[in-house]
């Protein structure tokens, strides 16, 4: 990417998003475009198309979504299904009309079956049945890389598909009811440590595996991918390769955040899918890597999450 381009970065003040923007400026990008929801709502069509008949970007980063953890894509199934589908249709069908040949779609690795093997790779998408607690948000996430695949063999745009494990990190959501595991983790050990407590409650049993990655090193590989010049396409799982259970994973927030007491598991909740371990080999060979350990990811993460507490 040339360093003066117009590079537009959809959902910019998103955890995904504000990181891509981060990346970018870091790297002297100097033309990076952004909106607000309240100045585009991306689910308007005609206002998309309008705004991109306008400003014609030379890249996109589509990093806006919404997004939650297990509760919220549960609860809320349609909102997620209907937002992200018109969101993502408008803005890739956008982008092709105002002739914007490179865009990179951000999903989720919750796009791959409940039960497939792990750890999983690419090819394993539409392989078998979803997870249920969040079906309506994987498929919203399927229908967008679709629609880049469709674009790219259509019409020979260059849309290339990134699948993030679970993220983490500076802008990230610490609501209890919406939040993905991690930064409920975060906010549940901290106040459980102000209060006092003797112990702190995790949903589930502590058994599934999950995997996470800090958010600026999800940054950077998308950054990555799109300085590529043989990246035409194609869909690339992002991860660390490593994964943990939900039990580990407490015991490091609680001992990051220096809660002493006891974790307790209600086993009455849901676990959500066993194990979720993304096979990150195809964007290794192209060179690219995580760098942040999950503990020095963990810390780095509390630190957010303390100074958004004290802005209070």
């Known amino acids: 990417m040339d360093k003066n381009a117009k590079i537009y970065v959809a959902g910019h003040r998103g955890m995904v998003g504000s990181a891509i923007v981060r990346r970018l400026k870091a790297a002297g990008y100097s ?45 809320y199934r349609a909102e997620f299904l209907y937002q992200n589908l018109m969101v993502e249709a408008n803005v890739t069908h956008a982008a092709w009309q105002a002739g914007v040949n490179r865009m990179l779609f951000l999903g989720s690795s919750c796009i ?11 090819e394993y998408l539409l392989t078998g049945p979803l997870e249920q607690t969040n079906e309506p948000y994987a ?22 598909n990134a699948m993030p494990t679970n993220l983490y990190g500076p802008n990230d959501n610490y609501d209890l009811n919406n939040s993905h595991v991690l930064p409920a983790l975060i906010r ?21 595996m999950r995997e996470f990655l800090y958010v600026d090193d999800m940054a950077d590989a998308c950054v990555f991918l799109m300085e590529r010049e043989e990246v035409d396409g194609g869909l690339f799982n ?16 609680a001992d990051v955040v220096g809660f002493k ?29 995580a760098r942040t350990k999950l503990r020095d990811g963990i810390k780095l993460a509390y630190s957010d999450f303390l100074s958004k507490t004290a802005e209070v």
């Open 139 to 160: 498929i919203a996430k399927i229908a967008g890389v679709k629609l880049c695949e469709s674009y790219n063999r259509q019409y020979g745009t260059q849309y290339i």
């Open 31 to 75: 033309n990076v475009v952004t909106r607000t929801h309240s100045e585009l709502d991306l689910t308007q069509q005609a206002d998309v198309v309008g705004f991109m008949a306008i400003e014609r970007p030379d890249y996109i980063f589509m990093a806006a979504a919404k997004v939650g953890g297990i509760h919220a894509n549960n609860i």
């Open 188 to 208: 549940k050990a901290h106040e459980a440590k102000m209060r006092g407590d003797k112990t702190y409650e995790v949903w589930g049993s502590g058994q599934p």
């Open 112 to 122: 791959y079956p409940r039960d497939c093997p792990q750890p999983i790779s690419e």
């Open 238 to 253: 992002v991860g660390t390769g490593q994964d943990v259970t939900i039990r580990e994973l407490a015991e490091t927030v």
């Open 261 to 289: 007491g006891e974790i307790v598991f209600d086993s009455s909740k849901p676990d959500g899918t066993p194990r979720k371990l993304l096979n990150v080999e195809r964007l290794r060979k192209l060179g690219w890597q």
